[in-house]
């Protein structure tokens, strides 16, 4: 594998770290953020670190043969641990039992990261093997057991993942499931790399060559893995974001109708502060919630709870459940109000209104006014009210 399959993927998860770095630094304490955080710049390490072109430059400059080696092997153990600390994070539990979890995670592969630098500090290893050093020195004291370990390691971290994932997503629904799968399928990847791996160390060990199986077929299967990991642990939160974007969207729309009409009997229409149109799709449904609502006050001496009353109870009669037939209700209310404020433009009856009287809100919550719009859009009831004489109201009558 050149360069750029090492280079590509460190880019993309330093990239990745330093849009979540902002958020981190907010929230520190999140246990769940600090596990993410850590797991893409440790991924971007191993990454960079594992790229021939960074390995040779590595021993270059710190003049001892192989340094690489051991260097990433420790980062591939720490992101062996990184892996299984997020899963618990994510999966939650009581935090005592997460946090103690966390601290053996950590402390096993500490001792794994030490164990490793030792036992290439006690080998020797004096010729440089940028692609084949795993094969090349199987048989080398020390170094080999350094070689055994980390691949021990990462073998232990793989096989308790594809348990976790694969337990925890028998357990739950939705795009959680779909990505703990995926998950799954990656660490399948990264346990047939280790097969490979270890495959072509055995047959040294066993005075036979499969070195081809360490040096082109596992990092392929390395790479992969890696990749279809990270689509995993990110798919759950885009497609929930997404979602979460598309139903703030939906609402923003749905509340359209009624919102419009509003707008043609608003005094505070010209003088209203307005939002960029880039602005997030949440902040955008709550203005255009705060706008209706601010019209509807302005609406009330015009409510006619008799129009309410009526248009329930032909709602009723044709079958619509009770949160249907209130909206019908509330926006043939609301239709007549518009009607009637509309022919009062000096706002005379807004003196005649008793000031004590609490205000009639329609709708309720942010569902209720998408109900209230989509029957001011839909409604044959509706309709009919802007009708004269429909339901029994008179053109320009006002309670």
Request: hydrophobic share 50%.
């Amino acid at each position: 594998m050149e360069g750029s399959s090492y280079y590509v993927p460190a880019v993309a998860m330093a990239v990745a770290f330093t849009v979540k770095a902002p958020t981190l630094l907010r929230a520190w304490r999140d246990p769940l953020l600090r596990s993410v955080c850590v797991l893409l710049a440790l991924a971007g390490t191993v990454f960079f670190f594992a790229a021939p072109p960074t390995i040779v430059e590595v021993n270059r400059i710190t003049g001892v043969a192989n340094i690489s080696a051991p260097i990433v092997y420790c980062l591939l153990s720490a992101f062996s641990a990184s892996s299984l600390v997020l899963v618990v994070n994510w999966r939650g539990g009581p935090p005592e039992f997460t946090r103690r979890l966390t601290r053996r995670v950590n402390a096993g592969y500490g001792v794994v990261i030490v164990a490793l630098v030792v036992l290439f500090a006690l080998g020797d290893a004096p010729e440089q093997r940028v692609r084949d050093l795993d094969t090349y020195y199987a048989n080398t004291p020390f170094v080999r057991e350094m070689i055994a370990l980390y691949l021990a390691a990462l073998t232990v971290a793989a096989v308790a993942m594809v348990v976790l994932c694969w337990r925890w997503g028998l357990e739950v629904r939705g795009w959680l499931r779909a990505g703990l799968l995926v998950i799954v399928a990656g660490y399948l990847c990264n346990l047939a790399y280790l097969t490979a791996k270890f495959t072509a160390v055995i047959a040294r060990w066993s005075g036979g060559d499969l070195d081809g199986l360490s040096t082109y077929t596992a990092p392929a299967l390395a790479s992969a893995g890696a990749q279809i990991s990270a689509v995993g642990f990110c798919l759950p939160l885009a497609c929930r974001r997404l979602g979460d974007s598309w139903r703030a969207w939906s609402a923003y729309h749905r509340l359209g109708p009624l919102w419009r009409e509003l707008q043609t009997v608003s005094p505070h229409r010209d003088r209203a502060v307005r939002i960029a149109w880039w602005s997030p799709a949440e902040l955008q449904v709550t203005q255009r919630e705060s706008d209706i609502h601010d019209g509807m006050l302005g609406l009330h001496p015009y409510f006619d709870p008799g129009v309410r009353a009526r248009a329930h109870d032909a709602a009723t009669e044709q079958g619509l459940d009770t949160a249907e037939a209130r909206a019908v209700a509330d926006a043939a209310m609301i239709a007549t109000a518009i009607r009637a404020r509309a022919a009062d433009p000096e706002g005379r009856h807004l003196d005649t209104t008793d000031p004590r009287t609490p205000p009639y809100t329609p709708g309720e919550g942010p569902r209720g006014l998408v109900r209230v719009s989509m029957a001011l859009r839909d409604s044959p009831i509706v309709a009919a009210t802007r009708v004269p004489a429909a339901l029994g109201q008179r053109e320009g009558d006002v309670v």
